[in-house]
C-alpha cells in the first residue's frame, strides 16, 4: 500500500480552525491502494493541537500523527512535518491548518502522478481577496501561459521554465494546492530564516525546477481560509510586520539570484525583482526611520546579519529614492 501524506503546520488563536481543515482530511476519496498520513506540527500555537484534536478520529486507512514544538515559524514547522512523513510516504501534500480542500483533492493528485505527473497543483479562493487566483490579476501571468495551451480544462500539462518565471512573479502554487511525488526532491526543506515572506517562493521554485512534468488542474480548487495570516494579515504600510516582509522578499530574490537551479532567462528575472525590491526597501526604510525607528533599526541589522550585501544595495539606493520622492515619481511595485 502506497502513503501519501499531508504536513499541516498549526499556529491559530481561534478554536475550531484546526478542526475544519481535518474534516476536509477526512472527507478525502483515497484511491484504493493508498493510506494517508496527517502530521500536525503544532508550532507552539496559542490554541494547543492536543485540545482541537481532542475526541476528533480519523478513519482507516488515514492516520495522525502530533508533534509539538517551540515557535519557530512555519517554514521549521514544515521541515518538521517533512521530516516525519518523507521516510513513509510516496507523495506529499501540504494543507494549512485553516485551508480546505475539496473532496477529491487528493485522488486527482494521486491520478495525476500515477500518469507520470511529478507536481500537481490546483487553483485556490480566500475570501475578501479572490474568488479565483488563476484567474484574477493576481496570477495574470499564469492565466496567459494556460490560455496559450491545447488543454483548457481537466488536467493541463504546463512548461516546467515558464512555471518557474510564474512561481517567481506572482506565485500561483499556494502551499495548501500543492501535492507532489517525494521521489523528485526528498531532501528538500524550507528556509528557516525567512518567517514572515519567501520561504514558500524559495522552495517551491526548487520543486517545480527538479519536477520533470507539472500539472495543474483547472477542475479542482482549494478554499483559504481566514485564521492568522503573517503574510496576508500584514499587507498594510503601517502594519507590525510589513517591513520584515519587505526584508524578506528582498532576501528570498537575492538567494534565487544566487541559484543553481533556474534558467538563465529566469535568472535575470529574479536579477529584475532585486532591483525594484530593493528600490522599495529603501523607500519603506527611510519611512520607518522616520515614523518607528527601533522597528527600522531592528530590520536593518537583520538585513546585515543575514545578507550584508542586501543591505549595502539597499542604502545605496536611498538617494535615488529620496530624489524620485521629491520628483513625485511613485516607488516601483514590481519588475515589469
Avoid at 483533492?105 to 491520478?111: F, G, K, S
Wanted: hydrophobic share 40%.
Amino acid at each position: 500500500m502506497r502513503t501519501v501524506s499531508v504536513v499541516i503546520p498549526y499556529y491559530q488563536s481561534e478554536a475550531g480552525v484546526l478542526g475544519r481543515a481535518l474534516r476536509s482530511v477526512e472527507a478525502q476519496d483515497l484511491p484504493a491502494d493508498w493510506r494517508l498520513l496527517v502530521v500536525v506540527v503544532d508550532d507552539g500555537s496559542p490554541v494547543p493541537a492536543k485540545r482541537e484534536l481532542d475526541g476528533f478520529e480519523l478513519t482507516e486507512p488515514r492516520y495522525l500523527k502530533l508533534v509539538e514544538q517551540k515557535n519557530a515559524g512555519v517554514g521549521a514547522a514544515r521541515n518538521r512535518g517533512l521530516d516525519v512523513a518523507i521516510p513513509e510516504s510516496d507523495a506529499i501534500a501540504f494543507l494549512d491548518s485553516d485551508d480546505i480542500w475539496p473532496a477529491d483533492h487528493l485522488r486527482r493528485a494521486i491520478e495525476a502522478l500515477d500518469a507520470g505527473f511529478d507536481f500537481y497543483f490546483t487553483d485556490n479562493s480566500r475570501a475578501g481577496s479572490h474568488d479565483s487566483y488563476i484567474w484574477s490579476p493576481y496570477g495574470a501571468r499564469t492565466a496567459k501561459l494556460i490560455a496559450q495551451l491545447s488543454e483548457k480544462t481537466g488536467i493541463i500539462e504546463l512548461p516546467r521554465d515558464d512555471m518557474v518565471g510564474c512561481c517567481l512573479r506572482e506565485f500561483p502554487c499556494q502551499a495548501s494546492t500543492i501535492v507532489y511525488r517525494k521521489a523528485v526532491a526528498p531532501d528538500l526543506r524550507f528556509n528557516t530564516v525567512l518567517k514572515s515572506s519567501g520561504e514558500d517562493v524559495l522552495f517551491f521554485t526548487a520543486l517545480l525546477a527538479s519536477a520533470n512534468r507539472i500539472a495543474f488542474d483547472s477542475d479542482s480548487i482549494v478554499v483559504c481560509g481566514e485564521g492568522l495570516n503573517i503574510y496576508f494579515g500584514h499587507l498594510g504600510w503601517d502594519a507590525p510586520r510589513f517591513l520584515s516582509i519587505k526584508v524578506d522578499q528582498l532576501l528570498t530574490y537575492r538567494t534565487l539570484s544566487r541559484s543553481n537551479f533556474i534558467s538563465t532567462n529566469n535568472k535575470a528575472l529574479s536579477d529584475e525583482l532585486v532591483r525594484a525590491l530593493t528600490d522599495q526597501l529603501s523607500y519603506h526604510l527611510i519611512r520607518n526611520m522616520l515614523k518607528k525607528p527601533k522597528n527600522a533599526a531592528r530590520e536593518a541589522w537583520r538585513l546585515a546579519r543575514t545578507d550584508i550585501g542586501g543591505l549595502g544595495a539597499v542604502l545605496s539606493a536611498i538617494p535615488k529614492t529620496i530624489i524620485a520622492k521629491l520628483q513625485g515619481k511613485p516607488i516601483p511595485v514590481s519588475a515589469d
